[in-house]
């Protein structure tokens, strides 16, 4: 099932429910320009995927970006993973990996079948982590499937039953791979798509045997992440991970109590941290956290809604473009300080896409964002917030992923 195909059956049952790594963008390493391009996925309005090759980051700050026709037609979800482009697609043809050859052209892996993964995330050993999920609900049983983009490999898969006690069962949201552990976010659903989130739940295995160790349950939030996005766990250059809960009707809840908040899992534990919880809703930005983005260190871009708005938003308008509410804002999880995000207008979420969409680059951050008149390339300065409109995206609406490659030896 390709991911235009699975965005259109999602959109199809919403009306009816009321529906990491920075490492590789870094660039404290010594670099040779002739040895590097970037590349990135273009999404049309009509949901096709291109990708682009360029060679300067310059070119996504002036005039526009329009790939259709000039850029490669590539279905699926565009992943950065270990000087990799990885097209994740459930198509019969299977996945595939861009990468840049001697002569400085992408080149492309063979085609590797890897079914429906709905979550996924980078480790810390360059693979990648997928978990591919019974979206009908025909079963509980999840599929988790180790990447080795070395080898163009499937290097180990097991299934583990997401079923719980009351009839109901646990849905992936993100992936991360922190040490010999490996964590999966949740949220609870009926096999109708009825969302429930009472409480931050994370499924921990061990890293690489996939061997289900435990799941943590958390109530002083709410569950972590979204449907498809795989943007509600981040993994800092500490080894840190933080959750990042919503708690929002444009994420597809039904708010509780319980305020959106952050947790941390401390490098080497396995438990979420007792002594650390950001309250987002009490927070000087007063909102609920939608999705994060690594912005090196310790430090991540989050995408928010006021608080006292998000009763009135469209459900699951995050993934929809119906709610152009969103603000941004960078934040110091260590210190939990606060730099707004200036010069960015209100702004929509990522519609499905989220996971490598942020560049970093020289202390800036590259990302797409749409409004309700344009989507639009922004540069966003980490240390002050202050963002620099770019290139108009035509034809399309944003720019689901990008990284930088170098030259395979």
Not at 138 to 158: C, F, G, H, M, W
Request: hydrophobic content about 35%; proline content about 3%.
């Amino acid at each position: 099932m390709n991911k235009r195909i699975k965005n259109l059956l999602a959109l199809a049952v919403l009306p009816a429910l009321f529906f990491s790594c920075s490492s590789d963008n870094d660039n404290s390493e010594v670099r040779n320009p002739a040895d590097e391009t970037y590349v990135l996925s273009y999404q049309t309005t009509d949901w096709d995927v291109y990708v682009w090759q360029f060679e300067s980051v310059d070119e996504l700050m002036t005039g526009s970006i329009n790939m259709v026709g000039k850029g490669i037609e590539q279905a699926g979800a565009l992943v950065p993973v270990a000087n990799t482009f990885f097209a994740l697609t459930g198509n019969a043809e299977g996945s595939v990996g861009y990468y840049l050859n001697a002569e400085g052209k992408l080149g492309t892996t063979a085609n590797l079948f890897t079914g429906d993964s709905y979550a996924y995330g980078t480790t810390d050993d360059n693979k990648l982590v997928m978990i591919n999920s019974p979206w009908d609900a025909s079963s509980t049983q999840n599929e988790i499937l180790i990447y080795d983009p070395a080898t163009v490999t499937i290097s180990k898969r097991v299934y583990d039953d997401f079923a719980i006690s009351n009839g109901h069962f646990l849905w992936p949201t993100s992936v991360n791979v922190s040490g010999d552990k490996l964590f999966v976010s949740t949220f609870e659903r009926d096999k109708d798509w009825k969302l429930y989130q009472e409480k931050a739940v994370v499924k921990v295995y061990e890293y690489p045997s996939l061997k289900y160790l435990k799941t943590l349950e958390d109530s002083r939030t709410t569950a972590i992440g979204q449907y498809y996005t795989n943007t509600g766990m981040v993994q800092t250059e500490s080894g840190d991970i933080y959750t990042f809960s919503s708690n929002s009707v444009l994420c597809g809840y039904t708010p509780t109590a319980s305020h959106s908040g952050i947790l941390r899992i401390k490098k080497g534990q396995s438990e979420f941290d007792s002594t650390y919880f950001f309250d987002f809703e009490t927070s000087s930005l007063k909102g609920k956290v939608l999705s994060a983005y690594p912005a090196g260190g310790e430090k991540v871009l989050v995408n928010y809604i006021p608080a006292d708005i998000d009763a009135a938003q469209p459900n699951w308008g995050f993934l929809n473009y119906k709610s152009f509410n969103l603000k941004s804002a960078i934040i110091d999880l260590t210190t939990k300080a606060i730099t707004p995000v200036t010069g960015l207008p209100d702004h929509a979420g990522d519609n499905y896409f989220g996971f490598g969409s942020a560049l970093i680059e020289s202390g800036k951050i590259y990302k797409s964002f749409v409004t309700n008149t344009e989507g639009r390339v922004y540069q966003i300065d980490i240390a002050t917030g202050v963002a620099k409109a770019g290139a108009l995206i035509t034809g399309g609406v944003d720019l689901p992923a990008i990284t930088r490659l170098t030259k395979k030896k």
